[in-house]
C-alpha cells in the first residue's frame, strides 16, 4: 500500500535506488487448470485456517518476504485521491513505479494494514468451500513476482508460481456479467509454498 504519501518525493528516492528490477503487469488472461497439486493444497489449507483465526505469526510464517499486491496502493478511498495526486505530479513515471517499487508490501506491514480489508467475512466464509476454489497454474505471470524481496532474476527461471482463485461474487446468470474472484498467489520455496500475491480478476 502506498504509505505515508505526503513523505512521496523522498520515499520515491529511495525506491529507485533499491527497489526490485522491472516487474511486468500481470496479465488479465485466465490461468489455465492446475493439475492436482496436494503440496499446494496442504498449504493453502493452512493459509486459510490461519486467516480464519486470525494467527498473524502463522501468516507470516506462510508469507514470502514481501506481497505483490498493485491493488494494496489504492486500497482506501484516501489512498486513491493520493495516488491520483501522485499521477498527476509525475505524470511520466507513476506506471512504472506502481507495478515496480509500490506494489511489492513488506509481508509485515501486508497483514497489519491490507489483510483486514482483504479477508472481510465473506472471503473468510469461503476460504474452505471447495466450490469457491479453483488452483491454477501461475507461471505464464512469473515475472511479475522478480524482486529483490521475492525472486531473485537469477532464480526467475527455475521458479514456479501457482494462485489459488476464489470466487466472491457469483458469475450473473445469461452472460450478463462475470462475477470477480481473488487470486492468491504462491511461490514455492524450498520450505514449501509461500503466499506472495494477491489480486482480483476481473
Request: net charge neutral; hydrophobic share 40%.
Amino acid at each position: 500500500m502506498l504509505r505515508s504519501l505526503h513523505l512521496l518525493p523522498a520515499v520515491v528516492m529511495v525506491l529507485l535506488g533499491n527497489g526490485p528490477g522491472h516487474p511486468k503487469k500481470l496479465s488479465t488472461r485466465p490461468p489455465a487448470e492446475s493439475t492436482l497439486n496436494p503440496e499446494l493444497h496442504r498449504a493453502w489449507t493452512q493459509f486459510a485456517q490461519a486467516v480464519r483465526a486470525n494467527d498473524l505469526p502463522a501468516l507470516r510464517q506462510l508469507s514470502a518476504a514481501c506481497i505483490q499486491c498493485t491493488d494494496c496502493v489504492t486500497n482506501t478511498a484516501a489512498e486513491e485521491t493520493a495516488f491520483e495526486t501522485y499521477k498527476d505530479q509525475n505524470p511520466n513515471t507513476w506506471y512504472d513505479e506502481l507495478f515496480d517499487s509500490f506494489s511489492f508490501i513488506p509481508a509485515d506491514a501486508f497483514w497489519r494494514k491490507d489483510g483486514p480489508l482483504i479477508f472481510d467475512a465473506k472471503t473468510k466464509s469461503r476460504l474452505l468451500n471447495p466450490a469457491k476454489l479453483r488452483f491454477a497454474a501461475n507461471d505464464h505471470n512469473k515475472a511479475g513476482y522478480v524482486a529483490p524481496c521475492l525472486i531473485l532474476p537469477a532464480q526467475a527461471a527455475s521458479s514456479h508460481v501457482d494462485e489459488v482463485l476464489l470466487t466472491y461474487i457469483e458469475p450473473y446468470p445469461s452472460g450478463q456479467g462475470e462475477g470477480m474472484q481473488k487470486a492468491f498467489a504462491f511461490v514455492k520455496t524450498k520450505q514449501g509454498y509461500k503466499f506472495c500475491g494477491y489480486s482480483t480478476i476481473p
